[in-house]
């Protein structure tokens, strides 16, 4: 009980120190602080609207958190969730376009499938260059991200564009390929369960698992991983490769939950989020969820912010920062505590 | 949030506005601020910034909100505001389209921004001024709207008679300054003379390349607001928007009861073409006859979405 | 002929604002930080430089605007990470968060929303006097803005400074071994303080040349991914000046390239041509692995007394 | 050797230094004279490094004074104890690996300037430094292509360049051959000759007792004694660096403890006999050709044959092959050609090899000369470390994932079997200190039930009593019927625990003992590819 206490407590001093500084920013462009910051908090709970959006938005989070936290454990650097997601939900929708007239039985399945797969295939490149070239994965990740931004562009304009949309979008999937709706509308939908289900599944894969096991070792140290029997790059290419399917599922969940099909923008800003999540929990799978789920009351708050209190959307990075450089000193804060009590 | 605390009374609407890009970028989304706080209505709000996969969300708060008239400034929203408002009878909603859209709901009002047939009288415009036979249109997105202005385009030069050819390159990204810099620069060198841009704020860049080369030799029009400032000796027209008017005539109408309806913008009804100085006589006189046979129905513009590349 | 020099001309000024970015990120990375906010940073020189040049009334005072923010930035990267030992990658990306926060919110407190955008004058092009006669591309190369000068003047300075001196000898150590370094008597945190400045302040000034040289006004979207971009040319670089430049030439040869083909018109869409910078260098990582390393303690903080960090 | 009334060259006292929680100096002192080489003695983990990197500013002491010829000094970085005259020789060398010799030596010198980089006058220096105290070195080699005990020698030398009055070397032995430990000394005795104080920290009565004037005996951060050479005896030392319990085993001296202590001459050890059963289904590896990292082929048609419950001693200095023997034998580094039988099984022939996993379940078990680098996952705990390698056996796993709570209950077996000192299975490897963390790296190569156990330099840098607890478990392991491979840079270790040893000299064998035929110097002089023994 005592060790969750100091687990919580440097997020919420980091949160509402966050807050201070943003509200005397607030204050400062004269619009005011406590309305504003009262409508953050509440618009995830206020209505059951407000709730689902949040609940979407957190399966998008988590699973981009995870395409980055997963090869981390390895030592990779997956800056690759926005191209793995966009890839993902360009494969869920081929699937969903093509096959729209595939019962629900079997045409939801392949879109998740596809989407994974093709999320995989996208990560699988800068695996591929990594293993086999030694091609830092920061830098291919990176660039692949700018090549899938034209891919869906191209997508969404001459392979099924959507005429009417007025943006870059494609046509929507069919029917069967929409994932079912939990409860009364607005409803939630079933990628919800399906990433509860995930987020326990992981953590025993990463826990329990030999090959979870064998990722965290190659993370910790890998020559002597490899000195024990562990096949370290493989590892690291496989760790990327989940973590690309995982970005890849985001997107498949995106276009068969939320849109019912794919649009250019649909990434967000989903990469950064996943990785400022993936830090806050320091890398422990258990922890991602979580940490999400905050992150995405906060996401969702902020975009009211403006329209409760009409503060500038800007102000919303910059309480962003302020969390993560709070949450970072509370270790040090936290660590000198300790070290003068002990 | 709203600008006036005291609004709400009775009779009196709650206008709420959704915008896709910064309300200070001077272009597209300034313009729909302005409209809305010439509004003379009980209350206004705005959210700005809005991305496409952000916009349902938007919509329900502001319908959660209590607004009973909320407007989605962006083609791109519409297919959005059409669900939200079928969902919600009693609020009303007005959306953008190009065109007539199917299934509009009870509730809806839509602003047809015409784009294709302003763009007309540039193309009247471009095939006077080319002395190189060749222009081109540089827009961002190759949206289903870009193919349709340089259709009509085409079908201008077509009408004039001249030997113009038209070449269409898109930047990408509507305000990327970079970009359209860089690409103004080569179209420029690759002979092309008058270069009709559709972009919001990318245009500032295409005029830093073309104030490079000779005066009186090259062109550039705009969309939106006046940019002439930007390279007054090279700068041929403006196809100018202002929503002001036509927002306020279909809150009017809603206000009288008219919760459906298809506002098209149109010469003289939010959109205008404004000529630069320095655009030589004869020129300016084929624009005027081009806006005229529209305004008189002489010219009709034909709506042609397909793909151009 | 005219597609070369067309080519080389448009091709400089689109080096700038990579290769400052990146010279500043190889600064940094050389000293063992790794400053991930490259894009944010950028976005706030661009804001900065151009919201005080079009106050004050000159480029210069916006540039060194830029610069000086630029620094501010830097120094809190500095201090937190090498004093505090914050981790390096979370602080990154929290400036980049605060850098793209404060841009638009700068511009929006000092010009806010208006249909006129503020216009600054662009940098003059100083021709260099007889090596911009030389034919072909004489004109191409030595008839650009001064900061096109600088910043290569700058490069060559970076590599000189590094590689020819020994106080470049001792800066390299700090990025192979701080513990080293340290031992014999380098002072290493006070290197990495300045680096870090340093760095950050040549990323905005990146950042600012673009109003300055490409529109002449500001836009929340102008730095476009460049930030990130120079990330990957750092890897590609091998983290040395030298090499960067070579990069950053590439990298903007073949963003060029793609502009050019999209005019011309190549008959695929345009969307494949403009993937072709990105592509491209992919493709010649696969051939770096000459000199494709990078310092051996990027990224890692340094802590006198933990045998970790030795 | 300090003149009554003058004051010491260097005087320490009242150092305190805590850790987080562990208090690593309490009230420590030292007191070194001019001319004088010092010997500062004990155990893992006494703070002999701890308060050395004080001296030399590494770390910051939370109490204490540092007084330099009578006059106090304040040093808060290396930079004012280079300016005080100090230099250090780390134990793990602090150098850029892809400098030059000479650049790493002027580094820090403060005479180069700021931008002026012309390096001969400093080259020139540097080789006239190297002639004057025996210290061979090319001054334009890359530093990270040198062998071990040169880059010592660049260690000193850079200490030498800076001026140095005072010079401490943490642990120098340890990697070098009789000859050059010979050597080393020589140059240290030169360095006092002209007026230098050496500080010299070594687990080795013996070398203590060959070169040193004065030393201090640590335990447990605490100062214990400080005594001339002339009153002590190597007994006497060794009881007072373990403490009064072992003082008490060493009446009936042990071997072990006397090897370890590095307190037998080769003459008194008469080693008791060991009976080596010979029959089959050892090791046997034919035709070896291994390469280095660079491609490089060091060994080419080399064998190795190893009976069950046969120990063999592989003797030389660092760097004639060792790493890539080790690792070959134990399937890391895959074999350029040659074949590996293990009993009945084939690891490596024709032209497949096994995976490591493959090797490891056959019953391969290696202990890295790196443990830190190849032995441990310092960021986790004492039960993964011990789980890492097994975690596809399925001993450990039930129904299909890994049995945490299982593997608990061993690690807590294992922390009281092999007295690992550590606060429970929890504790991270990394936390551990060298002797423990060697523990653990035992314990789980043990724990496999070894038939081919690959040892390398397995005790280095470990105190008397983990030294010894090493021996025991090779012993062990071997009468169990497990063919040992020892590598060892310690040719007094390989001396006692080999059942026949094999002189080592890039990458070809120069010489074979059976056990008891063994002279130091013969090996010694074997190992520097000088003696062809037949
Ligand atoms: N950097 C450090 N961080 C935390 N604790 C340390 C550190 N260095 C030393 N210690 C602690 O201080 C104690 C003394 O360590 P020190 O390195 O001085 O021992 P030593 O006498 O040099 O041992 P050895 O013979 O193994 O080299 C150790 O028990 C260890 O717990
Ligand atoms: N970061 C640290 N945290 C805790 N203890 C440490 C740390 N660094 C070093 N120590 C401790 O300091 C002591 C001595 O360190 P030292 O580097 O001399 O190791 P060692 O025992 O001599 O092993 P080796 O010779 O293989 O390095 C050890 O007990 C070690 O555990
Ligand atoms: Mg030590
Ligand atoms: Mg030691």
Redesign the pocket.
């Known amino acids: 009980m005592r060790d969750l206490a100091w687990l919580v407590l440097p997020y919420v001093a980091s949160v509402l120190l966050a807050f201070v500084v943003g509200g005397l920013v607030i204050l400062a462009l004269g619009n005011d602080p406590v309305k504003a910051f009262e409508s953050v908090l509440t618009t995830s709970f206020k209505t059951q609207f407000g709730f689902v959006e949040t609940m979407h938005k957190w399966v998008t989070v988590v699973l981009c958190a995870y395409a980055f936290t997963i090869p981390l454990a390895t030592g990779k650097f997956n800056i690759g969730a926005e191209g793995q997601l966009l890839m993902g939900a360009t494969g869920a929708v081929a699937v969903g376009i093509l096959l729209s007239d595939l019962p629900m039985i079997v045409l939801l399945p392949l879109v998740l499938v596809a989407g994974i797969l093709a999320g995989a295939v996208w990560a699988g490149v800068s695996a591929f260059l990594l293993v086999r070239f030694g091609v830092n994965e920061i830098l291919s990740t990176v660039l692949l991200n700018f090549v899938s931004f034209q891919a869906i562009d191209y997508v969404a304009s001459h392979v099924w564009p959507d005429r009417g949309a007025g943006h870059p979008a494609t046509i929507r999937v069919g029917e069967g390929a929409l994932l079912p709706r939990i409860g009364d509308a607005p409803n939630l939908h079933a990628g919800v369960i399906l990433t509860v289900l995930l987020a326990v599944a992981l953590a025993i894969f990463m826990r329990s698992t030999a090959t979870g096991f064998e990722m965290r070792a190659v993370g910790a140290n890998l020559r002597a991983s490899l000195v024990h029997g562990v096949r370290t790059s493989r590892l690291a290419g496989a760790g990327l490769v989940i973590g690309g399917a995982l970005g890849g599922l985001a997107g498949a969940i995106e276009v068969a939950g939320v849109h019912g099909k794919m649009l250019e923008g649909m990434q967000s800003n989903f990469l950064i989020l996943g990785i400022i999540v993936g830090l806050m929990a320091r890398g422990n799978l258990v922890a991602v969820p979580f940490v999400a789920f905050g992150i995405a009351v906060l996401e969702v708050g902020a975009s009211s912010m403006q329209r409760s209190a009409q503060v500038p959307v800007e102000v919303v990075l910059i309480i962003e920062a302020m969390i993560l450089i709070f949450l970072l000193l509370s270790d040090v804060v936290r660590a000198r505590f300790r070290g003068a009590s002990a | 949030g709203s600008d006036s605390e005291s609004g709400g009374g009775d009779g009196e609407l709650r206008v709420a506005a959704i915008f896709s890009g910064p309300t200070t970028d001077a272009d597209y989304n300034a313009l729909g601020l302005q409209a809305l706080q010439a509004l003379e209505v009980g209350d206004t709000s705005y959210s700005e910034s809005v991305p496409v996969p952000d916009i349902e969300r938007v919509l329900q708060e502001y319908v959660a909100d209590g607004y009973d008239v909320i407007w989605t400034h962006g083609s791109q929203f519409y297919e959005a505001t059409a669900k939200i408002a079928a969902q919600n009878p009693d609020v009303y909603f007005i959306g953008e389209f190009d065109g007539q859209p199917e299934g509009q709901p009870e509730n809806v009002w839509v602003i047809d921004r015409n784009f294709h047939t302003v763009f007309y009288p540039l193309g009247t415009l471009a095939a006077e001024l080319s002395e190189t036979g060749s222009i081109a249109y540089l827009g961002g997105l190759s949206l289903p709207f870009s193919y349709s202005e340089v259709h009509a385009v085409e079908q201008a030069i077509a009408d004039s008679g001249k030997d113009v050819k038209v070449n269409p390159v898109w930047s990408g990204d509507f305000n990327d300054t970079v970009k359209a810099q860089q690409l103004t620069s080569q179209l420029l060198s690759n002979g092309n003379d008058v270069i009709i841009t559709s972009l919001n704020l990318g245009v500032v860049g295409s005029f830093q390349a073309i104030n490079e080369t000779e005066v009186g030799k090259t062109w550039l029009t705009v969309k939106y607001t006046d940019k002439s400032q930007n390279g007054p000796d090279h700068y041929a027209a403006t196809v100018k928007y202002d929503f002001e008017g036509p927002l306020a005539e279909v809150v009017d109408s809603i206000e009288a009861g008219e919760t459906q309806g298809h506002y098209v913008i149109e010469f003289g009804r939010g959109a205008s073409v404004a000529l630069g100085d320095k655009v030589p006589d004869a020129a300016r006189a084929a624009v005027e006859a081009a806006v005229e046979g529209i305004s008189d129905g002489s010219i009709t513009v034909e709506l042609d979405q397909s793909e151009v590349e | 002929m005219n597609a070369v020099t067309d080519f080389f001309a448009l091709l400089i000024p689109a080096m700038v604002p990579f290769v400052l970015a990146a010279q500043g990120t190889v600064l940094s990375g050389r000293a063992g930080l790794f400053n991930v906010s490259q894009e944010g940073l950028m976005v706030l020189g661009a804001s900065v430089g151009f919201l005080v040049s079009w106050q004050v009334g000159s480029n210069t005072v916006g540039l060194l605007a830029a610069l000086a923010i630029g620094g501010l930035f830097g120094l809190v990267f500095a201090y937190t990470t090498t004093m505090l030992r914050l981790d390096q990658f979370v602080i990154g990306l929290a400036l980049y968060f605060a850098a793209l926060g404060l841009a638009s919110l700068l511009y929006r407190a000092v010009v806010g929303v208006t249909l006129e955008p503020p216009l600054i004058p662009t940098l003059k092009d100083y021709p260099i006097p007889l090596l911009s006669d030389v034919p072909l591309l004489g004109r191409a190369l030595f008839s650009h803005d001064l900061v096109v000068y600088l910043t290569f003047l700058l490069s060559f300075v970076i590599w000189w400074f590094m590689y020819r001196t020994s106080a470049g000898m001792r800066f390299r150590a700090v990025g192979e071994n701080p513990k080293s370094a340290d031992s014999v008597g380098i002072p290493v945190l006070r290197t990495r303080m300045w680096a870090g400045v340093v760095g950050a302040a040549l990323m905005t000034v990146a950042g600012a040349y673009l109003p300055m040289v490409y529109t002449g006004t500001f836009t929340e979207g102008m730095v476009a991914g460049r930030g990130w971009l120079v990330i990957a040319l750092a890897f590609l670089g091998g983290w040395r000046p030298h090499l960067v430049v070579a990069g950053a030439a590439f990298f903007a040869g073949m963003e060029v390239l793609a502009l050019q083909a999209q005019v011309t018109g190549v008959g695929i869409p345009h969307q494949f041509v403009l993937m072709l910078p990105y592509v491209g260098t992919l493709v010649v990582m696969i051939f770096a692995f000459r000199w494709a390393r990078q310092p051996a303690f990027l990224g890692l903080n340094y802590d006198r007394?933990?045998?970790?960090s030795g | 050797m300090t003149t009554a009334g003058a004051p010491p060259r260097l005087r320490m006292s009242g150092v305190e230094k805590t850790?987080?929680t562990?208090r690593?100096l309490r009230s420590a002192r030292l007191e070194v004279g001019a001319h004088e080489v010092h010997g500062l003695l004990g155990g893992?983990?006494a703070g002999?490094?701890?308060l050395m990197n004080i001296l030399y500013g590494l770390y910051r002491a939370d109490a204490g004074l540092i007084e330099i010829d009578g006059a106090q000094v304040s040093i808060s970085s290396p930079r004012d104890a280079i300016a005080a005259g100090i230099g250090m020789v780390h134990?793990?060398f602090l150098q850029i690996e892809s400098y030059t010799v000479t650049e790493n030596i002027v580094l820090g010198a403060s005479g180069l300037g700021r931008f002026r980089m012309d390096l001969s006058e400093a080259r020139a220096r540097i080789v006239e430094l190297s002639e004057r105290f025996g210290l061979a070195v090319d001054p334009d080699a890359v530093v990270e292509q040198l062998p071990v005990g040169v880059r010592q020698r660049v260690e000193i030398l850079k200490a030498l360049y800076q001026g140095s009055r005072i010079l401490i070397l943490?642990?120098p032995t340890?990697n070098l051959t009789p000859q050059e430990v010979d050597d080393l000394f020589a140059s240290i005795r030169t360095m006092v000759d002209e007026g230098m104080s050496v500080i010299l920290i070594t687990h080795k009565i013996r070398e203590t007792m060959g070169v040193c004037d004065r030393m201090t005996i640590m335990r447990d951060g605490q100062y214990v004694l400080d005594v001339d050479r002339a009153d002590t005896s190597p007994e006497h030392l060794a009881a007072t660096m373990v403490g009064e319990e072992v003082a008490v085993a060493t009446e009936d001296a042990d071997a072990g403890v006397l090897v370890a202590a590095g307190l037998v001459d080769d003459e008194v050890a008469d080693q008791p006999e060991r009976t080596v059963e010979t029959r089959g289904g050892g090791l046997s590896a034919r035709g070896l050709r291994i390469a280095n990292d660079h491609g490089v082929a060091i060994f080419d048609d080399f064998d190795v044959e190893i009976a069950p419950g046969e120990i063999l001693g592989i003797a030389g200095v660092a760097g004639n092959g060792q790493v890539e023997l080790a690792e070959a034998l134990s399937g890391v580094r895959p074999l350029v050609a040659g074949t590996v039988r293990l009993g009945e099984w084939e690891l490596v022939g024709g032209d497949r090899q096994r995976p490591t996993s493959d090797w490891l379940s056959l019953g391969v078990s290696y202990v890295p000369e790196?443990?830190?680098r190849d032995g441990i996952l310092p960021t986790r705990s004492i039960t993964e470390n011990l789980l890492l390698g097994s975690q596809r056996s399925s001993e450990v796993r039930s129904r299909g994932l890994i049995d945490w709570r299982r593997a608990r209950r061993n690690a807590e077996e294992v922390i009281e079997r092999f007295s690992v000192r550590a606060s429970g299975p929890n504790a991270l490897a990394?936390?551990?200190?060298?002797?423990?963390?060697?523990r653990v790296i035992l314990a789980r190569a043990f724990a496999r039930k070894p038939r081919l156990l690959v040892l390398h330099n397995p005790t280095?840098?470990?105190?008397i009593r983990s030294t010894q607890f090493v021996y025991e478990q090779v012993h062990a392991a071997a009468a169990s019927g497990c063919a040992v491979l020892l590598i060892s840079e310690d040719l007094d270790e390989v001396i006692t625990l080999s059942d026949r040893i094999v002189a080592l000299y890039s990458g070809s064998s120069t010489g074979e003992w059976a056990r008891g035929e063994a002279d130091r110097y013969e090996i010694g002089r074997s190992m520097t590819g000088l003696v062809k023994n037949a």
Not at chain 4, 460 to 463: H, I, S
Request: charged content about 30%.
């Open positions: 007394e933990s045998r970790l | 850790f987080g562990v690593a893992n983990g002999k490094t701890t134990q793990t943490d642990e340890t790196d443990r830190h990394g936390d551990l200190s060298g002797g423990n963390i060697q280095r840098g470990l105190d």
